[in-house]
């Protein structure tokens, strides 16, 4: 865990930096990107089997993000000599080094969702009553 003073120095490097942070940001913090990955983390998977892993993606959603993941080198795309020919995309070691904070994310929007969830009912209950 960090200390504060080691928070305040990544901000201010963060702000300093912040042109070359957005555009990476940009490629990794799309929610498909962040589910994606996290279902290739444990195992290589099909097409198929990731779409129907990431229930409400579309079959192009899921297509073009696979396409940026392996143009940003995070997964690995190796076609199976079958009939038909079938298609496996495995996560490569830069993709595998965002599990944690993947891992993290994920379990916080767990733990702290329902609170989102308040927070936006109480906001909108607010609004309606002016």
């Known amino acids: 865990m960090l200390d504060d003073t080691e928070l305040a120095r990544l901000s201010e ?8 942070i957005r555009p990476i940001l940009d490629r990794i913090a799309d929610k498909w990107t962040i589910l994606i990955l996290t279902v ?25 993000a696979l396409k ?9 795309r ?9 298609v496996v995309y495995t996560i490569t070691p830069l993709g595998h080094s965002l599990r944690a904070p993947f891992e993290a994310l994920c379990a916080w929007a767990l733990a702290y969702g329902p609170d989102i969830e308040q927070a936006g009912s109480r906001y909108d209950q607010a609004k309606a009553g002016r």
Do not use: S, W, Y
């Not at 490097?13 to 070359?20: I, L, R, Y």
């Not at 190796?78 to 079938?86: D, F, H, N, Q």
């Open 40 to 64: 290739l983390c444990p195992q290589p998977a099909r097409f198929n089997e990731i779409k129907r892993r990431l229930n409400g993606i579309t079959h192009k959603a899921l297509a073009d």
């Open 68 to 76: 940026r993941l392996e143009r940003n080198g995070l997964v690995t």
């Open 13 to 20: 490097q963060a702000c300093t930096d912040m042109a070359a």
């Open 78 to 86: 190796t076609v199976l000599p079958t009939a038909p020919i079938g």
